[in-house]
């Protein structure tokens, strides 16, 4: 009988061996490549689903005994006479595009106890690497006694010694490093993809091991799609509770989609419809926090980035355009930001919430860190401009930040790019994230009359680099306030009917499935009039400024671009037709009419948002050192005093007040000093 069972296993495994050999010699130009490439390639790469169809029972045992398989595999390859330039290569055999028995890949959170030692398909974004290594492959031992030589294979993670010398069965050894054969080893985390997650549900991570030319294949925040067997790391300490980890057969890195969202036939349908629709961009903006009255142009703003500009546009001398929105909303208190943000959060197929008060530069973009998870090495790990690029990172209290946490955006925003230089590695990650940031102003309340970037304590160039700003004022008006509370106490109503006045017009799931199709699937052109549209209100634009106050700059020019494209992919147009511009339009007239009207000079004045001085109170700070100038030209001890500065203002009709605040700023900055009690003079730097 048992001779019978023998003989069973020897003709299964040979026509496990045919099948297998079979299949190799199907990929004839793969094989070629492969010897021509090795050793920078040593890798034969096969599609699961190929080897499935060809047959299923060997399929079948990949999943459940890939060890056994793999290895058959690559004997079967390596016996195999593939010309190279090097004398006994050992390629490797790799499996891709395998959906599991349910036919997906398995989430992250479902990797449980069933999954162990089984061969499985993962997806998830990295949100850490570690530095590439170098792990024992076959260790060799040197008896000491007799000097035999004893080789053993490494394929756990602590080193295993020969348990007796094969030649004189003593077990005193000693381990010979340069002869042994290393190859390189990789640590990677990676989490569940932000937009498969539901509701408050927290991100589940898990540990991949990468060998070989699997190593330095991917970067914090890359999506990426692997193929690997579940195994265990046993505890450090007498436990039963094991972590466990992906041996990675193979990884590569997909396209980051901010649109992973599976759309059947029947949502396409309605989706088609629903933009056919005449009064789509109201519904809408209706459709964006139904529960907060007003603000149609924020809320259209943000229907616009929930779209954004066409993406990976590549301009003439190669520099990446950049196709996110970022905006800004600046206000009072309790006027529903932080709703509006998350809002967003919610309707966005892909997208990060987080808050000033709790969150770092280094959580934010990416940062080094030392930790267990490489055995105290460093490793780089994403923050949340990495982890959701290609969606919206939602950023609330952004006044709250400090200012070095705030400075760590300034490429993020503009490059999309995050560059790290820390602990001896230097990389860079993209950051393909759009912005919608909250923020309060610095003294509780907002002030008509003082340049945006006096009142909040955010750099100028940071502000500058937010397509739109939208102020948010708590305005005492008796018929609002008596809208507002009407909508909200309905808001608060059990009854049917008032509870359908505040339903969206747009169902939240429709919503995000028109947004995940429109981005998957409409990449809009300019039409030539609509370049001549945005060129000539452009030129306008800048036409308005006075002396050196300019009205706009290429920033705002780049804006209306991306927010024509934005409101193109709204309607699922491939063009951009002149109604998308006019709607860019008067979305950027509205915000400078709001936040850069110099209130002193009626005049529009950029630098009302990028610098913390419009020209008016430039002027006048000019004329003050004039002024000083000259009193100081006249004066026998060369000082000017504050009453001669307040008496000559005077006639040029600015008060005390001023005067006094401007000296002051001037002393602050170190233009003037103050030898003796109220009189002045220049530096000497100056």
Not at 156 to 179: A, H, N
Not at 212 to 225: C, E, F, N, Q, S
Request: with cysteine; aromatic share 8%; glycine share 4%.
């Amino acid at each position: 009988m048992y001779a019978t069972y023998s003989l069973i296993l020897f003709f299964r495994r040979g026509v496990l061996l045919a099948v297998i050999e079979a299949f190799i010699k199907r990929h004839k130009e793969k094989l070629r490549n492969l010897g021509e490439n090795y050793p920078n390639s040593k890798s034969l790469v096969l599609d699961f689903q190929e080897l499935e169809r060809m047959d299923r029972d060997t399929a079948d045992r990949l999943r459940t005994h890939p060890d056994n398989i793999i290895m058959e595999f690559e004997h079967a390859l390596n016996s195999m006479s593939i010309l190279t330039s090097v004398e006994n290569p050992e390629f490797k055999v790799r499996f891709k595009n395998m959906p599991n028995e349910r036919g997906y890949t398995v989430p992250i959170r479902e990797v449980t106890a069933e999954y162990i030692g089984k061969f499985i398909t993962l997806e998830g974004t990295v949100n850490r690497i570690s530095d590439v290594n170098p792990k024992v492959k076959n260790a060799l031992y040197v008896c000491n006694i007799c000097d035999e030589h004893n080789w053993v294979a490494q394929e756990r993670r602590i080193l295993v010694e020969p348990y007796r010398c094969k030649g004189c069965q003593k077990s005193d050894f000693r381990f010979v490093e340069e002869e042994s054969q290393w190859t390189d080893i990789q640590h990677i985390q990676i989490q569940e993809p932000l937009e498969m997650l539901k509701g408050g549900e927290n991100a589940r991570t898990i540990e991949l091991w990468t060998e070989d030319d699997m190593t330095d294949r991917v970067i914090p925040g890359d999506k990426v799609l692997l193929t690997g067997v579940v195994r265990l790391k046993p505890p450090k300490t007498k436990s039963s509770v094991f972590d466990k980890y992906v041996d990675v057969n193979y990884i590569e890195s997909i396209q980051q989609e901010f649109e992973d969202i599976d759309l059947t036939d029947d949502d396409v349908t309605q989706i088609i419809e629903l933009s056919h629709d005449p009064k789509l961009i109201d519904k809408m903006i209706d459709s964006i926090a139904p529960s907060i009255y007003g603000y149609n142009e924020t809320k259209e703003a943000i229907a616009l980035q929930l779209f954004g500009g066409r993406q990976g546009k590549i301009l003439a001398d190669g520099t990446k355009a950049r196709g996110d929105i970022h905006l800004l909303l600046i206000g009072d208190p309790g006027v529903a930001k932080s709703r509006i943000l998350n809002f967003v959060d919610d309707i966005a197929p892909k997208s990060i919430y987080v808050t000033g008060k709790g969150t770092t530069g280094a959580g934010l973009t990416a940062t080094a860190e030392k930790d267990e998870f490489n055995e105290g090495a460093w490793t780089l790990k994403a923050g949340a401009l990495v982890l959701a690029g290609g969606g919206i990172a939602c950023i609330d209290e952004f006044d709250k930040m400090s200012k070095e946490d705030r400075g760590a955006m300034h490429e993020a925003m503009e490059q999309q790019t995050i560059s790290i230089a820390k602990a001896g590695i230097t990389t860079k990650f993209k950051a393909n994230t759009s912005i919608l940031a909250a923020s309060n102003p610095k003294f509780s309340r907002f002030d008509n009359y003082k340049p945006l970037a006096e009142q909040f304590d955010i750099p100028p160039t940071l502000i500058s680099r937010f397509d739109l700003i939208f102020p948010i004022r708590d305005i005492l008006d008796s018929v609002r306030d008596k809208q507002i509370a009407d909508h909200i106490l309905k808001m608060h109503s059990q009854q049917d009917d008032d509870e359908q006045t505040i339903k969206p017009l747009i169902e939240p799931d429709l919503f995000k499935k028109y947004i995940a199709y429109s981005r998957r699937n409409i990449k809009p052109k300019m039409r030539k009039e609509s370049m001549e549209k945005i060129s000539d209100f452009y030129v306008s634009l800048r036409a308005r400024g006075k002396g050196t106050t300019a009205a706009a700059t290429p920033r705002q020019l780049e804006a209306l671009v991306r927010l024509s494209e934005a409101s193109a992919k709204l309607r699922l147009s491939e063009e951009v037709s002149l109604s998308d511009v006019e709607r860019a339009i008067a979305l950027t007239e509205f915000v400078l009419r709001e936040i850069a009207t110099d209130a002193t000079t009626g005049e529009l004045d950029i630098d009302r948002i990028v610098t913390t001085h419009p020209k008016s109170v430039r002027d006048r700070i000019r004329q003050v050192e004039e002024i000083m100038q000259e009193l100081i030209a006249n004066a026998p001890d060369s000082m000017a005093t504050l009453s001669d500065i307040v008496d000559a203002m005077k006639e040029k009709n600015v008060d005390k007040f001023e005067v006094e605040k401007i000296v002051t700023e001037l002393k602050k900055k170190g233009e003037i000093y103050e030898p003796r009690h109220g009189r002045f003079m220049f530096t000497e730097e100056r």
